[in-house]
């Protein structure tokens, strides 16, 4: 299974960025999905994440009402809209998939990471 990042990069604060991770040789629609984040000096921390139907999703205290976790099975693409962002939402933003159809908060529980896309915001 691999799984493909993109759409990061350098925004003002109060900009929006949308992030895709498209996924492959797998089956995506059975799969639980999730954004994580990795700041400079920082440890990795939850975003979102979504279930596998696309009806259950869960946010980071800190995002919640600014980002929304999406997903397209038709297209095995897992989204995330980021609207109103902060200079502290700078990190490396990473995708993750996990055999199980429920979403999970827990970094350790997931099976497949993309690699990281890069999002800077500026003051």
């Known amino acids: 299974v691999q799984l493909q990042a993109y759409g990061g990069g350098l925004v003002q604060a109060g900009d929006s960025l949308r992030l895709s991770c498209a996924v492959s040789g797998g089956t995506f629609n059975v799969y639980g999905m999730g954004w994580f984040r990795q700041a400079p000096g920082k440890e990795r921390e939850f975003v979102a994440a979504?279930?596998?139907?696309?009806?259950?999703?869960d946010y980071a205290d800190s995002v919640k009402g600014r980002f929304t976790i999406s997903r397209d099975n038709s297209r095995t693409t897992v989204f995330l809209q980021m609207n109103s962002l902060k200079p502290e939402d700078t990190a490396d933003y990473y995708c993750?998939?996990?055999?199980?159809?429920?979403?999970?908060?827990?970094?350790?529980?997931?099976?497949?990471w993309g690699q990281g896309t890069l999002v800077t915001v500026s003051s």
């Open positions: 979504i279930h596998s139907s696309g009806m259950i999703t």
């Open positions: 993750a998939a996990r055999r199980s159809r429920f979403d999970s908060r827990r970094a350790i529980e997931y099976d497949y």
